[in-house]
T-cell receptor, first 112, second 112 residues
Framework: AAGVIQSPRHLIKEKRETATLKCYPI?????VYWYQQGPGQDPQFLIS???????DKGSIPDRFSAQQFSDYHSELNMSSLELGDSALYFC???????????FGPGTRLTVT | SQQGEEDPQALSIQEGENATMNCSYK?????LQWYRQNSGRGLVHLIL?????REKHSGRLRVTLDTSKKSSSLLITASRAADTASYFC????????????FGTGTRLKVLA
């Protein structure tokens, strides 16, 4: 069965650069979530989309923005990158109200 | 402190023993889920328990939920070295939200 796809899997950027992370949810899933997990930390909720509309917002910095497109894929745009943005970024998808069971493999972002 | 706190934060046991991890949360929830994460890898969904359920089993996993105490426990029976991982609980707060809040995680080490 198809899983959540994230690209790229690894990304290295310098401070003050921008990065775009992509997420392709499981077909027919209507909700996408983004999480950030720093080294040794728990996953922190950033933002979610339901049916292409932003549905909830967590601890997402103003330097970050995200959107969900008509084909349901989502992109997380990160600008003015800082060293502290180095983390594993997970995308997950679900059918609303059915539990969060499907996470992508994550994108490991390293900011130097 | 944040929703979904795991206890203990680290646990080391011998193969064949049982491992119990606890999670406490603060707000009313729709459901609670447990995940496993191998070092630096993706999040794997283990089990979902709904707020009207008290206990669920899946293979060697047993999850309990006590909504009056706002706590859950994950029991892994007859542990194996391959169970070595971090285990997180995540809660789906009641109130029409589209986010899941993760706790700090328990790092389980099973010694062969």
């Amino acid at each position: 069965a198809a899983g959540v796809i994230q690209s790229p899997r690894h990304l290295i950027k310098e401070k003050r650069e921008t990065a775009t992370l992509k997420c392709y949810p499981i077909p027919r899933h209507d909700t996408v979530y983004w999480y950030q997990q720093g080294p040794g930390q728990d996953p922190q909720f950033l933002i979610s989309f339901y049916e292409k509309m932003q549905s909830d917002k967590g601890s997402i910095p103003d330097r970050f923005s995200a959107q969900q497109f008509s084909d349901y894929h989502s992109e997380l745009n990160m600008s003015s990158l800082e060293l502290g943005d180095s983390a594993l970024y997970f995308c997950a998808s679900s059918l609303a109200g059915r539990g969060l069971k499907d996470f992508g493999p994550g994108t490991r972002l390293t900011v130097t | 402190s944040q929703q979904g706190e795991e206890d203990p934060q680290a646990l080391s046991i011998q193969e064949g023993e049982n491992a119990t991890m606890n999670c406490s949360y603060k707000t009313s929830i729709n459901n609670l889920q447990w995940y496993r994460q191998n070092s630096g890898r993706g999040l794997v969904h283990l089990i979902l328990i709904r707020s009207n359920e008290r206990e669920k089993h899946s293979g060697r996993l047993r999850v309990t939920l006590d909504t009056s105490k706002k706590s859950s426990s994950l029991l892994i029976t007859a542990s194996r070295a391959a169970d070595t991982a971090s285990y997180f609980c995540a809660t789906d707060p009641r109130g029409g939200t589209y986010k899941y809040i993760f706790g700090t995680g328990t790092r389980l080490k099973v010694l062969a």
